[in-house]
DNA sequence: ATGAAAGCGCTAACAC
DNA sequence: GTGTTAGCGCTTTCAT
């Protein structure tokens, strides 16, 4: 029987330096960038290396360095499909590449219920990763806290309900500033009954873009309130709710591009015209929604991907230490992307 | 890759082993454990552990055993919406979960191009993980022999294109044998005039469907196979073709779910009953397509989750060397679910 | 600028 | 059963 068939074992170090005719130390300083070391020794232990096909032994280095070149990147599934969420997904790339130009690799901690706690929290405190990326999604979740009680270095996507994991830093887009302005347009296009078609209150997103919604709009309303989940479905029944109660309604604000995209599918049946009739603003500026949108969609815009890289970027000086010179949060910029809808 | 901040540094086997009063080896067996040791001893040990907040040291412990407790998914995205494809993620959740119950990781790498591939090949040569796990999508793919090459074992999803990864060992449902039973159910319905809208030819998962369909309809009219690629769009339009070219069509298999609905849709347009008019059979059973289809859609059910448990399973049987015993690949079993479409 | 040597924290022979 | 000891492969002072 074989033992664990990794193969004929790999040269080391060691092996490197017999073959340079140099030092260990010597091939260890070029292997890690060479400087202090004169040309033609570098030169030699490269060639070695090439020759030796030597790969270092990362348990070795990082037992030395207690570096790991790797982050946890906690997901956590609260009810259905956050994987398959085209939002989820450009947060990701853009962590994961980020995390390329940094030298590290990501490692997945999926968080099926509370049943994974313990497990995501010892392998946190195991030495495995030197950072956490997570994300945090409902305000009931546990999660954040046993990530900002962890031995490691965090920062989240999304600003986290207050009171849940206060001292980690995040990085969230300016969802109350971006509704704002979402709510301003409308009302600089001259319309005077501006709906909201709320996300769940469970996510802070959802609750700043109705704040954003009520700091232009003072006292509005309740009626012109209506509340959505996110999904298409949702914003298609919100607006056909909302033309419900208040048929003089000219322009209503969605707290994200798929429930605008059911308020048009909603008012395409009941043939009114948009913008003519109704107005209509999106948020996210969700490529695979606004792609196929009738009429094209009017919304806000957030850099997802670059959020995650922003996340990678902040672990990364955290890790550094050079918290004092950093700010503890970023929040980015929204803008307001004009097309036919409003 | 970061600095490391710092921290209090953990206690280490040496000194558990002190405030026991034992020696390392008898903390180390406790700790792995405790097999072999008297139960008073354990008990002591257990309680230093406790004590002083012991977590063992992954680096250290892996420099000696070899081993990494983790296993790297990676995930090639060709053109886009890998990461959101439910197929995708249904496989992922049964890795992670079967990872989890082997106490592994899993470690994401994302290949956006052909110039991350020389990234993949030093990662997987440089000791991080015991194996790696990946998809065969696409047939131009140079990454299965890649990853074939490197030094650490592998299992794929899917099978590769002959002539790719040779030899690395797979798992994949029987899309020959569900496609045949698909058709076999359309003609035993008394259909005589069956199509195919069939996956691109790049896929071997789509090519094994297409021999299906011609193992059980032998030489059938050429102008029966239109060509889709997986898209619910592409099935819209395959469906529009065929019942141009070929009016009398009574019958229709789809390579899969997403495309068996974009026909459906086709259909009503067209005011065509199905059943009654015309029979369609999807493949693959995915819920979220599955669950809105009017009529309830008959198709080729393939166990996903259990798929990727299933590479798991095998993979983690050739890194135990019981590669003898043990088959090379796993194909797993189809079945057809029929519902109100056939 | 380079080499010698001392560990990093752990496991696994091997001795007792 | 339990302890002693020898590394695993690497980085990093500290001499030279």
Partial sequence: MPEQTTGASRPTLEAVAAHAGVSRATVSRVVNGGAGVRQHLVDKVRKAVE??????????????????GAVA????????????????????????????????QMVLLWVEGVGDHQRIARYLDGGHVDGALAFSLHSDDRLPALIARSSVQAVFGGRPPVGSGLSVPFVDCDNRGGAREAVRHLVSLGRRCVAHIAGPRDQTSALDRIAGYHDVLVDPDPALLCQGDFTRESGARAMAELLDRRPELDAVFAANDLMAAGALHTLRERRLRVPEDIAVVGFDDMDSVVRDTEPALTTVRQDIEGMGRLM???????????????????????????????
């Fill in 51 to 68: 020759d030796l096909g030597y790969v270092p032994n990362h348990a070795a280095r990082s037992l030395v360095t207690r570096r790991h």
């Fill in 312 to 342: 990678v970027k902040l672990l990364m000086r955290l890790l550094q230490g050079r918290s004092d010179a950093a700010p503890a949060s970023v929040i980015t910029q929204t803008s307001l992307v004009r097309r036919a809808s409003a």
């Fill in 73 to 104: 990147v906690i997901i956590a599934e609260p009810e259905f499909r956050v994987f398959s969420d085209p939002f989820f997904e450009q947060q990701v790339r853009g962590i994961s590449r980020e995390l390329t130009a940094h030298d590290s």
